[in-house]
């Protein structure tokens, strides 16, 4: 069974450039978090989905930042018109459904570099 | 102040060493994590507790709801685990989401 997985594992994006960073969920898994890790800082969530909902997106910022988790494909994390403030690494995790406990798997994560 | 503390922010013992880290938080919870981050940067998910004690191996964490506290402690330390130690917190009033302490950076030297 494939653990979490994310790519790209580097990104580097020119300021007002778009960055997609993916997640794809253990087998299973219907819920997909994501955090985000600025340099020499904690963990900071951003936004919890169930497949084709967004349940809890008070950690994102207001503008330019947006989150989907498709019924097919990976979870999306979109940054438009990226700045240098944006770099930070960003992780994934998922969980299974509800009811079978809610211990988070975390992704590798992409280290996004804005320049 | 934050939400989860954990103490010490950085932490350098010998091979062989008895180790503890400590979390405190000033919330109320319905589970701690205690997870793991390696120089590479990936994290792994050590423990989930919400009562009592969980051992895996020369790891334990301990959890004492009433004193909103959480030890991680390491038996016979070795250098491969030297790691950033995190404890994150699942707030009651917050469904799924975590909310992480600064992390320990413990360093075991040979």
Known sequence: ?115 | KNEVEQSPQNLTAQEGEFITINCSYSVGISALHWLQQHPGGGIVSLFMLSSGKKKHGRLIATINIQEKHSSLHITASHPRDSAVYICAVRRETSGSRLTFGEGTQLTVNP
């Open chain 1, 1 to 115: 069974n494939a653990g979490v997985m994310q790519n790209p594992r580097h990104l580097v994006r020119r300021r007002g450039q778009e960055a997609r960073l993916r997640c794809s969920p253990m087998k299973g898994h219907s819920h997909v978090y994501w955090y985000r890790q600025l340099p020499e800082e904690g963990l900071k969530f951003m936004v919890y989905l169930q497949k084709e909902n967004i349940i809890d997106e008070s950690g994102m910022p207001k503008e330019r930042f947006s989150a989907e988790f498709p019924k097919e494909g990976p979870s999306i994390l979109r940054i438009q018109q990226v700045v240098r403030g944006d770099s930070a690494a960003y992780f994934c995790a998922s969980s299974p459904l509800v009811g079978q406990g809610l211990e988070q798997y975390f992704g590798p994560g992409t280290r996004l570099t804005v320049t």
